[in-house]
């Protein structure tokens, strides 16, 4: 009888998969907390009469996104990348001038990941080197690549959706119409490297001045 001891039977391997998936959950969790807060500060009540002004990670959680994707990365040492349910936002409910405040909506959620690295940044310095210390660490690295991964100009990305509210005109109604191939747009930066190209730069500057 034979038998194969894969990554998997290592303990020290599965606490880091637990710690790390985790840590998204939380992150994803306070993302789309903060898509919902703007838009309901902003006058679209949707988001929370559905319950997602909330810090309960049950209510975000896509099967898919934040768990069976994380799950495959970490496992395989990719890129730790993941996602929630879309916030719902009711563009009407935020006239007059819709698409600037849908272009804050949007920007609110990267912006509270790095939110979150720079105040994992600011603790790590004051706690001993060990698990904590390990922790802030993988705190700072997921955040930075969520906030930059999700800046990426590209429909559904929340990039796409401040640029969608920076453009007016026939410029605007061409980029929607961009919408239903933005996944198809995303997949071709995975598999041509693109995506690797637009993320380190800026991930590796970010991280120089947390780390």
């Known amino acids: 009888m034979c038998y194969a001891v894969g990554p998997l039977t290592d303990p020290d391997f599965i606490s880091q998969l637990a710690i790390g998936l985790l840590i998204l959950l939380f992150s994803l969790t306070v993302h789309e907390a903060a898509h919902a807060w703007s838009a309901d500060r902003l006058g679209?009540?949707?988001?929370?009469?559905?319950?997602?002004?909330?810090?309960?990670?049950?209510?975000?959680?896509?099967?898919?996104?934040?768990?069976?994707?994380?799950?495959?990365?970490?496992?395989?040492?990719?890129p730790l990348i993941g996602w929630a349910k879309p916030v719902p936002v009711n563009?009407?409910?935020?006239?007059?001038?819709?698409?600037?405040?849908?272009?804050v909506i949007a920007a609110a959620g990267p912006a509270s990941?790095?939110?979150?690295?720079?105040?994992a940044a600011v603790l790590r310095p004051f706690v001993p080197d060990g698990v904590l210390s390990a922790v802030l660490y993988l705190a700072i690295r997921v955040n930075v690549l969520l906030a930059l991964f999700n800046m990426i100009p590209v429909p559904p990305l929340d990039g796409g959706n401040v640029l969608a509210g920076m453009l007016t005109g026939p410029m605007a109604d061409t980029f929607d119409r961009l919408r239903?191939?933005?996944?198809?747009?995303?997949?071709?930066l995975m598999l041509t490297g693109g995506l690797t190209a637009i993320i380190l730069p800026p991930e590796a500057l970010l991280l120089s001045w947390l780390l």
């Open 180 to 188: 239903p191939y933005g996944f198809l747009i995303l997949y071709a």
């Open 91 to 103: 563009t009407r409910a935020l006239h007059p001038n819709w698409r600037q405040k849908f272009m």
């Open 113 to 119: 990941n790095l939110v979150m690295a720079v105040i």
């Open 44 to 78: 679209d009540p949707t988001a929370r009469r559905l319950g997602r002004l909330s810090l309960n990670p049950i209510v975000h959680i896509d099967p898919i996104g934040t768990l069976l994707f994380p799950l495959i990365a970490l496992a395989t040492n990719l």
